[in-house]
């Protein structure tokens, strides 16, 4: 977009705590806020990106320069709502799409999102992969606010790390998401994703999905063939609540876990879970399948990587070929299985969609079907 008059009286910035100031425009909600600066390498996807919750409390800057091309509608959402903190870009285009219903613009500001464009995001991504990501203050609000201000507001933000932002995101009951199907599975919403409800009625099984705070018994009570923990925001240390119901879980019932579900039950298993410098953010990750030799693209979203070393009942099955992180582990002996990166994409590649019938497998062998 190449209003000067608009840019210039919609002038926005963001602060980060190093110091940095990336100046642009602002667009959706006229709103300021704190939150952590990321970088998403995807092409496309953007509506998707908005709507995964796994992004709560974070500025989510898209790599590739024109975003808003195919607009927004209601087919392409991932959850009930937007829960990241805002979106930075390098340049809004008006959508031109037979699918579109909505400009970005317009869609961000109806969920009360702000964002930014105009930023060199090339420079933003490459400080942010050299110094790592970073707290951040978004300024598009009308009110008057320095830089100086607002690079202080970024510091004095708590952070993600020992924060339980499932409990944000996640849904307020318990709910069905399908009725039919040969296996009955209890999935925790730690801020789950609607193509993973998708993957698992695809494949046969019933879903009942649980708010991230249930326990072992709200999970058991429901008679389940099967339980499944989902994606989700933030630090999974902070979900002590989580870890405990897992122990508890492990060995009853067959458990399936992608993302922070993955993190949670590394940790639940003794494993050690720690930062990633920049976090892995886009559609285009190679991981390796150790068990194949297979190299799958694969779409992820994480900050914390899970270190399983310590841990000798756990066995390795997936690797990130970029930077040697765990992907994917799975028990010895009961049947419990763990991926880091997102087999049922949404944005990005299906290559690692067979994870869903792998559950059901285990689920089927274990119910003697």
């Not at 996807?45 to 974070?58: F, K, R, V, W």
């Not at 039919?180 to 193509?195: C, Q, T």
């Not at 122990?247 to 879970?273: N, Y």
């Amino acid at each position: 977009m190449y209003n000067w008059k608009k840019q210039r009286e919609r002038a926005a910035f963001l602060a980060l705590a190093n110091g940095a100031v990336f100046r642009g425009w602002s667009f959706g909600a006229p709103v300021d806020t704190a939150g952590e600066a990321v970088f998403n390498t995807g092409m496309s996807g953007y509506q998707e990106i908005l709507t995964d919750p796994s992004y709560a409390g974070q500025f989510v800057t898209l790599t590739a320069p024109e975003i808003g091309n195919y607009g927004c509608n209601p087919q392409d959402v991932e959850s009930r709502g937007l829960f990241l903190n805002g979106l930075v870009i390098h340049e809004l285009n008006e959508p031109s799409n037979c699918r579109s219903e909505e400009s970005l613009s317009g869609y961000l500001k109806r969920n009360g999102k702000p964002g930014i464009a105009g930023i060199d995001t090339r420079s933003l991504t490459v400080m942010l992969r050299d110094e790592g990501s970073q707290k951040a203050y978004l300024h598009t609000a009308d009110e008057p606010l320095s830089e100086a201000e607002a690079v202080d507001r970024a510091r004095a933000w708590a952070g993600l790390d020992g924060q339980d932002y499932a409990a944000k995101v996640t849904a307020g009951k318990p709910y069905e998401w399908n009725r039919e199907g040969d296996f009955h599975v209890a999935a925790f919403d730690f801020g789950i994703k609607y193509n993973i409800l998708r993957g698992m009625a695809e494949n046969g099984m019933r879903v009942t999905v649980l708010p991230a705070a249930a326990t072992a018994a709200d999970a058991l009570a429901l008679k389940p063939d099967g339980v499944f923990l989902s994606n989700g925001p933030a630090d999974p240390a902070a979900l002590r609540y989580a870890i405990d119901a897992i122990r508890t879980l492990a060995g009853k019932v067959p458990l399936f876990g992608i993302c922070l579900g993955h993190q949670l039950f590394g940790l639940a298993s003794g494993a050690e879970c720690g930062r990633l410098k920049f976090g892995h953010h886009g559609c285009n990750h190679p991981v390796k399948d150790l068990s194949t030799g297979h190299v799958e693209i694969s779409s992820q979203n994480h900050g914390f990587c899970v270190d399983i070393d310590n841990v000798s009942d756990v066995v390795v099955t997936h690797v990130n070929l970029n930077d040697g992180t765990l992907e994917g582990f799975a028990h010895k002996t009961k049947p419990i299985l763990a991926v880091q990166h997102h087999p049922e994409a949404c944005p990005g590649p299906i290559d690692s969609q067979y994870f869903f019938a792998r559950f059901r497998g285990m689920v089927r062998d274990a119910v003697g079907f």
